[in-house]
Antibody
Framework: QVQLVQSGAEVKKPGASVKVSCKAS????????MHWVRQAPGQRLEWMGW????????KYSQKFQDRVTITRDTSASTAYMELSSLRSEDTAVYYC????????WGQGTLVTVSS | QSALTQPPSVSGSPGQSVTISCTGTSSDVGTYNRVSWYQQPPGTAPKLMIY???DRPSGVPDRFSGSKSGNTASLTISGLQAEDEADYYC??????????FGGGTKLTVL
């Protein structure tokens, strides 16, 4: 069965960077794109970007274009999302989700930004 | 890219039907059939309920159905059950090869 397992919760100081991982299993990793979505406390889902599992092509939301980097390691069936220059407003649960339809989701990773 | 427009809340009694709308533009909902709907109970990850306007993943009850007209997509839940109470989000692929979500709708089963 398809599973996306994310890395654990993080606490970061303002200005720092965070890198969240998403390990996929149960399907051929490089056939599907991986998307990243975040949800601040009590707020809506917010799409951040995606990476093509095969050729590594990326596309980012304009809002995060300057601060986010999505990569993947096909040998480890793992996607990564790194967000830099963190501020308090980046406190959120970060999800990975497979394909444009987001048919499978990771369990979420809480990133807390606090001084 | 602005968020797709959803009503903040809808409600219905058990057994009734409710419809949640999702309005976008000709750059997203109006151009593509890649519109999805997600159910999110409190404290859990979203779950895909409808994809490609009206297709249901395996295991999703046929009480859930989707449609689209112009720039507006809709999710209809018939035969409401208490377990349907959750937040619902729509999303659409866009002409910029990005994805945009709706603002979310809280469904209350009375």
């Amino acid at each position: 069965q398809v599973q996306l397992v994310q890395s654990g919760a993080e606490v970061k100081k303002p200005g720092a960077s965070v890198k969240v991982s998403c390990k996929a299993s149960g399907y051929t990793f490089d056939i599907y794109a991986m998307h990243w979505v975040r949800q601040a406390p009590g707020q809506r889902l917010e799409w951040m970007g995606w990476i093509n599992g095969g050729d590594g092509h990326t596309k980012y939301s304009q809002k995060f274009q300057d601060r986010v980097t999505i990569t993947r390691d096909t040998s480890a069936s793992t996607a990564y999302m790194e967000l830099s220059s963190l501020r308090s407003e980046d406190t959120a649960v970060y999800y990975c989700a497979r394909s444009y339809s987001h048919d499978y989701w990771g369990q979420g990773t809480l990133v807390t930004v606090s001084s | 890219q602005s968020a797709l427009t959803q009503p903040p809340s809808v409600s219905g009694s058990p057994g009734q039907s409710v419809t949640i709308s999702c309005t976008g533009t000709s750059s997203d909902v109006g151009t593509y059939n890649r519109v999805s709907w997600y159910q999110q109970p409190p404290g859990t990850a979203p779950k895909l309920m409808i994809y490609d306007i009206s297709d249901r993943p395996s295991g999703v009850p046929d009480r859930f159905s989707g449609s689209k007209s112009g720039n507006t997509a809709s999710l209809t839940i018939s035969g409401l059950q208490a377990e349907d109470e959750a937040d619902y989000y729509c999303s659409s692929y866009t002409t910029s090869s990005t994805v945009v979500f709706g603002g979310g709708t809280k469904l209350t089963v009375l």
